[in-house]
């Protein structure tokens, strides 16, 4: 007799296709936390790139710092070498001003100084570094923004003095250091601690 060749039955299609389609969802799953838990890893790669060059740039100006007095929006020049407070220049938080050596120019071929005036202040949450192309900048001359870093919160700027840390500097001489704190909506509090070179002060240079 012949025996008739049996086959999979409708019940066993139905569960043979829902296993199939479980395993499908579950690989899309898996591909999607993926495919995100990249993204945010690249994101907060980029991000901490931003940050480190933002430090960079800080400690390099901080590093070149000039003798020479600071001018705030083409004054007269202040007895200050160093200035800074809260909401200095338009600033949503702390604000700092001083002038930076090391600008080279060789030959002087460039329409500038080699002395360099700058500010940094926090505005729409990201940190800008002001600049001037000379450091006597005539009154009325706008200074060049450059945008550091977005995502801020806040801005803050403490100066050492002694064993105890100011809020506000308007001094001939530098503080020991200069504690920068950048508040990151990502990171939180970030802070940097920049000691200012040869301990320089007021009657180290010239006007």
């Known amino acids: 007799m012949l025996k008739l060749a049996k086959g999979f039955t409708f019940i066993e299609m139905l569960l043979a296709a829902?296993?199939?389609?479980?395993?499908?969802?579950a690989s899309v799953a898996v591909l999607s936390t993926v495919t995100r838990t990249d993204a945010?890893?690249?994101?907060?790669?980029?991000?901490?790139?931003?940050?480190?060059?933002?430090?960079?740039?800080?400690?390099?100006?901080f590093m070149q710092i000039s003798?020479?007095?600071v001018r705030i929006d083409g004054e007269a020049p202040l007895k200050y070498r160093l200035f800074g407070e809260k909401y200095l220049l338009d600033s949503e938080d702390h604000g700092i001003s001083f002038t930076r050596q090391g600008w080279r120019n060789p030959g002087m071929i460039l329409p500038r100084s080699e002395i360099q005036a700058l500010a940094y202040?926090?505005?729409?949450?990201?940190?800008?570094?002001?600049?001037?192309l000379y450091p006597d900048a005539v009154t009325g001359t706008e200074p060049k923004v450059q945008a550091l870093l977005s995502g801020l919160t806040g801005f803050e700027v403490a100066y050492l003095q002694g064993e105890e840390w100011q809020e506000r500097w308007q001094d001939a001489n530098f503080p020991a250091a200069v504690r920068?704190?950048?508040?990151?909506?990502?990171?939180?509090?970030?802070?940097?601690i920049f000691?200012?070179?040869?301990?320089?002060v007021a009657n180290g240079g010239r006007d």
Do not use: C, K, W
């Open 18 to 25: 829902a296993i199939f389609t479980l395993v499908g969802l």
């Open 121 to 132: 202040r926090l505005q729409d949450g990201t940190l800008q570094r002001l600049f001037t």
């Open 67 to 69: 003798v020479r007095h």
């Open 195 to 200: 000691s200012l070179p040869n301990a320089l």
């Open 40 to 61: 945010l890893s690249q994101q907060s790669a980029d991000r901490l790139i931003q940050l480190q060059y933002t430090m960079l740039t800080l400690e390099r100006d």
């Open 180 to 192: 920068i704190t950048l508040i990151d909506e990502q990171h939180g509090r970030l802070e940097r």
